[in-house]
C-alpha cells in the first residue's frame, strides 16, 4: 500500500509525546532518541524517511535479518518510494533473495558484497524490459541472483548453466500468466520460482508465504484480477 501520510509502515496517525524514548528505525535497526512514533509502535529514521527506491532497498535488505523474501519484499513494496510499477523492482528482486540467502548462511559480509553487486547490475534492466525487450526484468533478477551466489562469469560452466535456466523458469512462470505487466506479480512469481529452484539444486530450504494475496491490485487500474493467481477481493479479507 502507498501511505501518503502517517506512518510509512501502516498507514496509521503519527503520536508525537513531550518524553524522547529510544527507538529503533523499521528499516535500518538502529537505534534514535524520539518523541513521535506511530499509534502501532513503528519508527522510520529521518534518514530512511528521504531515501530513494533503490536506496531503501539496499538499506532494508542489508540490516534485515529475516529469512523470508517473499516477506521482505512486501515490507518493502508498502513503503511509498516502491511504485505499483517501476525498475525499483529490478533490483528489489534479487536484492530480497540475496538477503536470504545469506541470512540463512549467517554470512554478513556475503550479503552486503552480493547486494551491492547486484544493484549495479540492476541498473542495465531498463524500465519496460517487459514490454520493449521480451524479457521481464523481474525474471532477470532471478537469474542474477544466482549468477552471484555461484560466482559466475560469462566463461562459468555450472552456474552460467543455472542462472541461465532461473532466468528461464521465472520467465516461463511470468509468460504463462499474461499481460499487462504489473511489476507485484512478476515479482512475486520470480521470487517463488527462484525458491524453489534453491531448494531443488543447492538444498537450501526457505520457509514462504502460502496462499499469497496481493495487496496492490487497488492500486493498479490493469490488474488481471482473477486471472492472476494472487488476485483477492477485499469483501474476502478475514
Not at 210 to 224: D, I, R, T, V, W
Request: glycine share 6%; aromatic share 10%.
Amino acid at each position: 500500500m502507498e501511505y501518503k501520510s502517517g506512518c510509512l509502515i501502516c498507514g496509521k496517525e503519527l503520536a508525537y509525546q513531550e518524553d524522547y524514548e529510544k527507538v529503533e528505525c523499521y528499516y535500518c535497526n538502529e537505534t534514535y532518541d524520539t518523541n513521535v512514533k506511530c499509534i502501532n509502535d513503528h519508527f522510520v529514521c529521518d534518514r530512511c524517511h528521504s531515501l530513494s527506491a533503490n536506496e531503501l532497498i539496499e538499506r532494508f535488505c542489508v540490516n534485515t535479518k529475516l529469512e523470508n523474501p517473499i516477506e521482505i519484499a512486501l515490507i518493502l513494496m508498502r513503503n511509498q518510494k516502491i511504485k505499483m510499477h517501476g525498475p525499483e523492482h529490478h533490483f528489489l528482486v534479487p536484492a530480497v533473495l540475496l538477503a536470504s540467502y545469506y541470512n540463512l548462511k549467517n554470512d554478513d559480509k556475503k550479503k552486503i558484497e552480493k547486494i551491492e553487486e547486484a544493484e549495479k547490475r540492476a541498473k542495465n534492466l531498463l524500465g519496460g524490459f517487459c514490454g520493449y525487450y521480451g524479457t521481464c526484468a523481474a525474471g532477470v533478477g532471478t537469474g542474477v541472483f544466482i549468477s552471484l551466489i555461484t560466482d559466475a562469469t560469462p566463461l562459468s560452466k555450472h552456474g552460467w548453466k543455472l542462472s541461465n535456466m532461473m532466468t528461464s523458469k521465472s520467465l516461463l512462470s511470468i509468460a504463462n500468466v499474461g499481460g499487462p505487466r504489473c511489476c507485484k506479480r512478476t515479482t512475486l512469481l520470480s521470487i517463488s520460482e527462484a525458491v524453489n529452484f534453491l531448494n531443488e539444486n543447492f538444498g537450501v530450504g526457505m520457509n514462504i508465504n502460502e496462499n499469497l494475496k496481493c495487496e496492490f491490485s487497488s492500486l493498479n487500474k490493469e490488474c488481471l484480477r482473477d486471472e492472476c493467481p494472487f488476485y483477492y477481493q477485499k469483501s474476502d479479507k478475514t
